[in-house]
Structure formats: C-alpha cells, structure tokens
C-alpha cells in the first residue's frame, strides 16, 4: 500500500456531544484532497463515546482507530498518532473543530511552494451551537513578539512537515505544559530556528462556546505562566515587557468566565465584521458549501459550510 500524502491525527476524550463529533469527521473525510490517514487517538474514553469512535471507522477505510483504556492527556495522544502516522504532512484536528473543504489541498500547496516554512496554520471562523458567530485573524508571519498575548497559530488548524517530528521529540507529555501544549511547542520549534506561517483565509471552524471561557482552571493558569516565563527567557523576550504576559493568565484566575466570553465574543463579532466589510461590501449574502451525505450508523449527518469570503 502506498504511503498518505497526509496523516490527520485526532486525540478523543470524552467528546460528550457526538453530533459535533460526526460533524468534525465528516468534514476530514469531505476534503478535496483525498490522499491521507486519519488517524484517531482513544484516549481511555468512556465505554459508549468508545463505542461511538468505532461507528465512525466503518465510514472510510482511510480512518484509522487506535488508542488505550488509560487516560494519558492531548501531548500524548499526539505523540502516539505521530508514532502512527506515514504521511509526508501531519495535520492536526480536534474532535470539536469543522475543517472548510479546500483546507488540505491549499496547505499542502502552501508548504510545496515554500520550503523555507516547517508548518502553516489558517484563520478560522468562530462557531458555537448557533453558528458562525465571529472571525479569528492570525499573524500571516508570526515573530517572537506574536507569543506575547498567545499562540500566533491556532493549533488543530496547523499542518506540519513529517520530519519536524523526525528531528524533535514532540510535544512534552509534562504537567505544567498540560493545556499548552500547543503553546510551548511553537516556542520550541521556533528557537530551533524553524518557521510557521499562516494562511490568510479562514480554512477552519473553531468552536468556541460560552461555556468554553469557565474551563481553564487556576492550576491551568498557573502552568501556563510557568511555560511563558521558561520560554520568554529562551527567546530573549522576557525583558522588559514579557514579564506583564508571564502575569496575564494569572490576572485571568481573577476575571469571571463570563467577562472574557464577553470580551472575546466581542473581538470576534468586531473581526468577523471587519472582514466582511473589506471583503463582502459588494456581496455579503452568506455562501453555503454542502459536502456529501455520510451515514454514522442510523443517523445520517450532512455538513453545511457558511463562507465569509
């Protein structure tokens, strides 16, 4: 059997709503560009959402289901479906999240055309139970600055080269990097000296929820510091600014859930305004995208894209 172009890996736990679940599968499997695993990670899950991972392989024979009854955490989830993986490209995807359909073809493109670059990610459209709701705009070519606020890259968006992973040891399975992850690998790859890119469109749908805002824990928070304070003093950015963004998820622990939702909400609905405005004033009727119908089990799940651009 030939080797993928790409290996898709996908880290599970207790992905409590298998609709949303359905929906992220679906959207893998309904890509333009066909030529990739998918791999998907059971990370010691409950018996009926295990139950339900199993459903789901018998969809497409590029889906591959591994994993283990213990829970060991996202790092080592994807360090295990790295350990899998076959392809020249590993993409990422969270069991939540919805790729658009031309996403894989565009970033293959991308790191085809421009080797100077380890990993590109995109821009994405913010959605919850009702919708596209807002806009996330990344930081085209992210510099060490970029890691003040938070990660210039939205993680299950990113797709790397395979040998990134040849050379590192992947992401560190430690419990003040649980939760950022994502964070600290991109500092880490970046004082190695390699680079990222994002794509300027939003080839991705991140869901985030009000109920998303109240789930970091002051622990989460304070590792978090931990990592920007490590890495910060790596980069050469500690001084004199890095130190008040070593505090920021500490001052966080202060701010009541529903503020940041509404702060947050607010960038979004201000960025995905602004978007429409520069891109849409001619036209700003809502394109749909359908991708094919796909049975999981009895029910049948069928996904429809909203385009900004």
């Known amino acids: 059997m030939n080797k993928p172009m790409i290996s898709v890996i996908m880290g599970v736990y207790n992905q409590w709503d298998i609709d949303a679940l359905k929906r992220a599968v679906n959207s893998v499997l309904a890509q333009t560009s066909s030529d990739f695993e998918f791999i998907i990670w059971n990370d010691g899950s409950e018996q009926w959402v295990s139950d339900e991972l199993r459903k789901l392989c018998v969809l497409d024979k590029r889906i591959v289901l591994a994993g283990r009854d213990e829970n060991r955490g996202l790092a080592n989830s994807l360090n295990e479906c790295i350990k899998l993986a076959k392809g020249e490209f590993i993409a990422r995807m969270d069991a939540d999240d919805e790729c658009l359909p031309e996403r894989f073809s565009k970033q293959v493109d991308f790191l085809d055309e421009n080797p100077e670059y380890s990993w590109c990610g995109t821009c994405a459209e913010l ?79 991140y869901h985030e929820s009000y109920a998303s805002y109240n789930l970091r824990k002051p622990c989460y928070r304070i590792s978090e510091a931990k990592v920007r304070f490590v890495n910060y003093r790596k980069m050469g950015i500690l001084f004199p600014f890095g130190w008040m963004y070593v505090l920021r998820p500490l001052v966080g622990c202060l701010v009541p859930g529903f503020v940041i939702g509404l702060l947050k909400r607010t960038e979004g609905k201000i960025a995905r305004a602004e978007r429409e405005s520069l891109n849409g004033r001619f036209d700003t009727e809502e394109k749909i995208i359908e991708v094919p119908e796909l049975r999981v089990g009895d029910s049948l799940v069928r996904a429809k894209y909203g385009r900004l651009s």
Do not use: A
């Open 127 to 205: 959605f919850d139970e009702n919708g596209v709701w807002g806009y996330r705009s990344m930081p085209e070519i992210p510099t060490v600055k970029d890691y003040y606020r938070y990660s210039p890259y939205i993680h299950p968006s990113v797709m790397f080269r395979r040998e990134v992973f040849d050379k590192e040891t992947g992401y560190l399975e430690e419990e003040e990097t649980y939760k950022c992850e994502d964070y600290e690998i991109f500092m880490r790859l970046m004082q190695k000296g390699l680079k990222g890119y994002n794509i300027q469109e939003p080839l991705f749908r």
